[in-house]
Nanobody
Framework: QVQLVESGGGSVHPGGSLRLSCAAS????????MGWYRQTPGKQRELVAT???????NYADSVKSRFIISRDNDKNTVYLQMNSLKPEDTARYYC????????WGQGTQVTVSS
């Protein structure tokens, strides 16, 4: 059974940082596309970042230069380092992988407020 478990969310002030983790079991992430989406109630889901085999990364314009996606194949984990957080980054963040079916984690809440 494939499971993706996110952690690392929380509440921070604007300008703060958080690192999200997504640990996988039942599947090897080594050769998969991995990524993070985020969603807030009433808004469309937004693709935040992806990392492909070979560590090719892509980011939404809204997070470029602030967020960094990375993967640790030995730990079967993908990370999202979020810096210079803004209130508009507040959302529930979900990791996913494609193998070739798409698997999702349960999400972790990030709240940025003063």
């Amino acid at each position: 059974q494939v499971q993706l478990v996110e952690s690392g969310g929380g509440s921070v002030h604007p300008g703060g940082s958080l690192r999200l983790s997504c640990a996988a079991s039942g599947i090897s992430l080594r050769d998969n596309v991995m990524g993070w989406y985020r969603q807030t109630p009433g808004k469309q889901r937004e693709l935040v970042a992806t990392v492909r085999p070979g560590d090719y990364t892509n980011y939404a314009d809204s997070v470029k230069s602030r967020f960094i996606i990375s993967r640790d194949n030995d730990k079967n984990t993908v990370y999202l380092q979020m810096n210079s957080l803004k209130p508009e980054d507040t959302a529930r963040y979900y990791c996913y992988t494609v193998d070739p079916d798409t698997y999702w984690g349960q999400g972790t809440q990030v709240t940025v407020s003063s």
